[in-house]
């Protein structure tokens, strides 16, 4: 399973979570962190910090 899989599933694990257990205007604010924070931080980095990491994910990190 690759990273992106596995960052997607953990999030939905939260985001289902939430829903069951929080009132709902509590789930929308964890939702909109799970998708939020990924966000922010691919938008704090350089450009080219930002080519780096589109280069390493075309080539698979570890390869």
């Known amino acids: 399973m690759s990273p992106i899989q596995k960052y997607a599933v953990g999030?939905?694990?939260?985001?289902?979570?939430?829903?069951?257990?929080?009132?709902g205007w509590l789930t929308l604010l964890v939702v909109l962190g799970v998708v939020a924070a990924p966000v922010v931080g691919y938008?704090?980095?350089?450009?080219?910090?930002r080519e780096r990491l589109k280069r390493a994910r075309r080539r698979g990190l570890g390869r």
């Open 11 to 23: 999030a939905g694990i939260a985001v289902v979570l939430a829903w069951l257990i929080l009132p």
């Open 43 to 49: 938008l704090m980095l350089d450009p080219s910090q």
